[in-house]
């Protein structure tokens, strides 16, 4: 079983690791960046499942710990790359309670000095969920760290309480179209239109769209031709161990 003491034993003991998978861009066909996914593998557990460790960080107190990890961890793999002459833009995941833990903007603006990361490499996902939850606070906290230069990705776009009034007011850089669209756009016309429409609202406020969960070339043909920007599956990379990650990419670039 795993409890908060096994978690801040992990956190602070060198248990967690960072995974990469890979963003590719279609416009360059070129891997644009990864999402960084924390991994915990427990001796006795073997591996723990993040949606299991995030949700006990956030009923025990350690969400803030988890955060400053996941960043601290995640940047300095972008160190790690820069030394091999490779830019790595990546995307971290918030959770809605780190989302609007006090300190955060500060934490993840002293980490960006530390590791001497450009801010523009960065972007922050957060769910709808998570801005919704407190509207005000989360306004105000996008805003800040639309301040500090990090972009705004909208994770799991279309499957919580959307309300289309919120992004009047959020500087969402851009928009993850979450899995349950994508996996099944080719089985009817009405799906694929809908992906369609999707890209095409993002796209007139000058957000980019990534969809998720590509795990065939003819849903990569098909967002192509729908003129999505990015994206992310099994199809181009599974999560990998962030050192792996990085000397493929230095295999390509
Ligand atoms: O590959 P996968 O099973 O890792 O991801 C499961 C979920 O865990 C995803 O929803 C992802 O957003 C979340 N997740 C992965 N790493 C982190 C992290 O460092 N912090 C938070 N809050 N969530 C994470
Ligand atoms: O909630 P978030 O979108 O951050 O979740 C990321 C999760 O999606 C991770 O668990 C990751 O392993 C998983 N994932 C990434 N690509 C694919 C894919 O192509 N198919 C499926 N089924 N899951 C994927
Ligand atoms: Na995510
Ligand atoms: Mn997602």
Redesign the pocket.
């Known amino acids: 079983d795993v409890d908060p003491a096994a978690l801040r034993d992990a956190i602070h003991g060198g248990a967690l690791t ?2 990469l ?1 890979p963003f590719l861009d279609l416009r360059t066909n070129r891997i644009a960046g990864a ?5 915990w593998h427990d001796p006795g557990q073997g591996a723990v ?3 299991l460790f ?1 949700e006990l ?1 956030e009923t025990s107190g350690l ?1 803030a710990d ?2 400053r ?2 960043v601290n961890a995640t940047f300095k793999h972008i160190a790690d790359a820069r030394r091999l002459g490779i830019a790595l833009p990546v995307s ?4 809605a309670v ?1 989302f609007v833990e006090r300190g955060l903007v500060e934490h993840l603006s002293d980490a960006l000095s530390l590791w001497d990361v450009d801010p523009g490499e960065v972007t922050i ?1 957060v769910t709808e969920t998570a801005i919704i939850a407190d509207l005000e606070r989360g306004a105000h906290i996008l805003s800040r760290l639309g301040e500090l230069g990090v972009g705004i990705a909208i ?2 776009f279309g499957v919580g309480n959307s309300s289309f009034a919120y992004l009047r007011e959020f500087p969402a850089t851009e928009l993850k179209m979450d899995r349950s669209f994508v996996t099944g756009m080719l089985s009817s016309p009405r799906s694929t239109r809908l992906v369609e429409a999707m890209i095409h609202f993002a796209h007139h406020l000058d957000i980019r769209v990534v969809a998720e969960g590509v795990e065939d070339a003819a849903t990569l043909e098909a967002l192509r031709a729908l003129d999505c920007d990015v994206v992310q599956g099994y199809l181009i990379g599974r ?1 990998v161990p962030a050192a792996e990650f990085i000397a493929s990419l230095a295999g390509v670039m």
């Open positions: 960072v995974d998978q999402e960084a996914l924390a991994r499942s993040p949606s995030v960080a969400v988890l955060t990890w996941s971290i995941n918030l959770s780190a996902e994770d799991d999560p």
